[in-house]
C-alpha cells in the first residue's frame, strides 16, 4: 500500500528550513536592536557633547561680558564684542543639537540672540566715538547676571548627566519620578528660563530691533560670490579718502568681508558685494547741522550705495552724532524689517557709520494686498483714551519669524504720552504697542 505521507527525510528538512527561518530572524533582529542602540548612544553622545560644548560658550560669555562692564577703550570693546559675537553664535549651533523642551531652554536662542546684537550695536557707537552710557552698562550688568545664572544650570545638567550615567530620553521620565536632586535642577532650569523672558527690551536702534538678523539674509539670497578684490573696490568707494586692505572674513548670519584703514572699516557681503556696515572713527565737535539737513547727507549717501525707496522713521543724537533709522517702502508701506541705520556728523556732515544688516536679512519684493479693512475701521478698535494724530500702513515682524501688515495709529494719551498701536489690517486685531520717548537727543521707543 502506497504510504502519501511525509517521509522522515522530509519532515527533517522541513524542521530545518523552520530552524533556519528562525535563526535568521533572530539574527537579523539582533543586528537591528544593535544598530538602534548604535544610534541611540551616537544620538546621546553627540547631545552630550553639545551640553558640554553650550556650557564652555556660556563660560566664555560671561567672562567676557563681565569685562565689557568695565571696558573704557574702543580697541578693547571691538574685541570682546567680536568675542561675544563668535561665542553667542557658537553657542546657538550647540543649542540647536539638544532637545530644549526636556532641558527647559526653549527661550535661550533668542537670549544668545539679543547678547550678539547688543553688543555689536555697542562697539559700532563707540568706534563713532561715543561713550557708553550709564543705562547701557547696566544692561550689560543685566545680561551679565542672567547669563551667569544660566551658565550655572547648564553646568549642574552637565554634571549629573556624567555622574548618574543619565540619558536625555530619561531626564524628562526621570524628572518625573521622586529623585529631589533633579526636581531640584529642573526648578532652577525652570527658573533661569524664565529669567530670560524678563530680560530689559533692548532696543537700541528703533522699534522692532530685536527681529533684525535672525533669518538667513533674503536681499542676497541669489547673488553669486564675488572676490575679495571685487570687495575691495566696493569697499573703497564708500570710503574714498582711506587706503583699506583686507583684514579678515566675518562669517556670521551675513558672510561679509572685512576691509580697513587707521580710521575707516567696511563690511561688504561675499554673495553680491552689497556693503553691509560702515564705522568711521573721530568725534563731532560744535553742533553747526540741523536734523534736517542730516537726513538729507544720510538719503544721499545710502542712494549711492544703491539702496533706493527709503523713508526715514526714527532718530538719536548723542555727543553730536545723529543715528537716523530708514525703513524701505513698497506700495505705500513702510517695511520696518528692511532697517538701515546712519549716523551723521552734526559738525560737519561727515557719515560716521552705518548698518544695513536689517535691510539685507529682510528685504525682499513682498505680495502687497489691499486691505481688508480701512484706517477709520482701525481707528475703532482703538481705546476711547487715545487721540488720534496720524496712521499709516506698514509690515512689522512677528516673535515667529513671519510678518504682518498692519496700520501704525500715532495716538496720543489723555496726560500727553505719545504711543504707537498697530492694528491688522486684515483681521482689525490689535497687534502691539509701543510708547515714544521723547528727548532732547531725539525719539525713542519702548
Not at 530691533?209 to 547673488?223: A, C, G, L, V, Y
Request: proline share 2%; hydrophobic share 35%.
Amino acid at each position: 500500500m502506497k504510504n502519501n505521507g511525509i517521509s522522515r527525510r522530509g519532515k527533517w528538512r522541513i524542521g530545518l528550513y523552520i530552524t533556519t527561518i528562525i535563526l535568521v530572524l533572530g539574527i537579523f533582529s539582533i543586528i537591528q536592536s544593535v544598530k538602534v542602540n548604535k544610534y541611540e548612544r551616537e544620538v546621546t553622545a553627540m547631545r552630550q557633547m553639545a551640553l558640554i560644548s553650550l556650557e564652555e560658550y556660556l563660560t566664555n560669555i560671561s567672562t567676557n561680558l563681565e569685562k565689557t562692564i568695565y571696558v573704557s577703550t574702543p580697541t578693547m570693546l571691538s574685541e570682546l564684542s567680536s568675542d561675544l559675537w563668535r561665542e553667542a553664535a557658537s553657542a546657538k549651533n550647540s543649542l540647536s543639537v539638544l532637545p530644549t523642551d526636556e532641558l527647559h531652554l526653549n527661550n535661550t536662542y533668542k537670549f544668545l540672540s539679543q547678547i550678539g546684537e547688543f553688543v555689536m550695536s555697542l562697539q559700532r557707537k563707540s568706534a563713532s566715538g561715543e561713550d557708553l552710557t550709564t543705562e547701557e552698562r547696566q544692561k550689560l550688568k543685566d545680561l551679565y547676571t542672567y547669563c551667569y545664572s544660566l551658565n550655572q544650570q547648564v553646568s549642574d545638567m552637565c554634571r549629573l548627566l556624567q555622574s548618574n550615567n543619565l540619558s536625555f530620553e530619561d531626564m524628562n521620565s526621570t524628572l518625573l519620578n521622586d529623585n529631589t536632586e533633579l526636581k531640584t535642577l529642573s526648578k532652577g532650569l525652570d527658573d533661569a528660563e524664565q529669567s530670560m523672558t524678563d530680560l530689559p527690551s533692548l532696543i537700541y536702534d528703533g522699534p522692532f530691533s530685536d527681529h533684525i538678523e535672525q533669518t538667513d539674509p533674503k536681499f542676497i539670497k541669489n547673488e553669486e560670490e564675488i572676490s575679495k578684490e571685487e570687495a575691495l573696490e566696493i569697499a573703497q568707494k564708500i570710503c574714498q579718502n582711506e587706503e583699506l586692505s583686507y583684514a579678515h572674513d566675518e562669517d556670521g548670519t551675513i558672510p561679509c568681508y572685512i576691509f580697513q584703514s587707521d580710521k575707516c572699516t567696511v563690511a561688504i557681503t561675499k554673495a553680491g558685494g552689497k556693503p553691509v556696515y560702515m564705522i568711521n572713527s573721530g568725534f563731532a565737535g560744535e553742533i553747526k547741522i540741523k536734523y534736517e539737513t542730516a537726513i538729507k547727507y544720510a538719503k544721499d549717501f545710502i542712494s549711492k550705495l544703491g539702496y533706493e525707496d527709503m523713508r526715514e522713521s526714527y532718530y538719536f543724537t548723542d555727543d553730536g552724532i545723529c543715528t537716523i533709522n530708514f525703513a524701505a517702502t513698497q506700495n505705500g508701506y513702510v517695511l520696518y524689517p528692511d532697517l538701515i541705520k546712519v549716523s551723521v556728523n552734526l559738525e560737519n556732515g561727515q557719515i560716521m557709520s552705518f548698518d544695513a544688516s536689517g535691510y539685507i536679512s529682510n528685504h525682499t519684493q513682498r505680495e502687497i494686498k489691499n486691505p481688508k479693512i480701512s484706517d477709520s475701521d482701525a481707528i475703532a478698535q482703538l481705546n476711547n483714551e487715545l487721540t488720534v494724530i496720524g496712521t499709516q500702513l506698514c509690515v512689522i515682524p512677528t516673535e515667529w519669524m513671519t510678518e504682518k501688515y498692519c496700520y501704525e495709529i500715532h495716538c496720543k494719551t489723555n496726560n500727553g504720552q505719545e504711543i504707537l498701536v498697530y492694528i491688522d489690517c486684515n483681521t482689525g486685531e490689535e497687534d502691539n504697542i509701543l510708547i515714544l520717548l521723547y528727548s532732547d537727543g531725539g525719539v525713542l521707543t519702548k
